[in-house]
């Protein structure tokens, strides 16, 4: 069972810049996907980013193709959400999320960080 710690939200200014980290813990990480996902208020989720672990492409939602990176540090079992250019309609609760690869639903999740984007 993968476990996982969110933090790094926070107040800004349209066109700033925030870094979402992540820790994961618990599991064999190379067997999982790993993803940021948002979820604002009266909005459908969104999976913003995601990677396997082992490798391979990562995933960027349309919303965020060219101003958010994902990476990771495999050594801190820690992975990151780079956001710049940072919009009002960024902001939202991000979750960290995990699921068995090869998985239609992230199973395990973050407590969620706040992005708040000020115009």
């Known amino acids: 069972q993968v476990q996982l710690a969110d933090s790094g939200g926070g107040l800004v200014q349209a066109g700033d810049s925030l870094r979402l980290s992540c820790t994961a813990s618990?599991?064999?990480?190379?067997?999982?996907?790993m993803g940021w996902v948002r979820q604002a208020p009266g909005k459908e989720r969104e999976v913003v980013s995601a990677f396997t672990w082992s490798g391979g492409a990562s995933y960027y939602a349309d919303s965020v193709k060219g101003r958010f990176t994902i990476s990771r540090d495999s050594a801190k079992n820690t992975f990151y959400l780079q956001m710049n250019s940072l919009r009002p309609e960024d902001t939202a609760v991000y979750y960290c999320?995990?699921?068995?690869?090869?998985?239609?639903?992230?199973?395990?999740w973050g407590q969620g960080t706040q992005v708040t984007v000020s115009s």
């Open positions: 618990g599991g064999a990480l190379s067997l999982y996907t």
């Open positions: 999320a995990a699921k068995f690869r090869g998985s239609d639903e992230y199973t395990y």
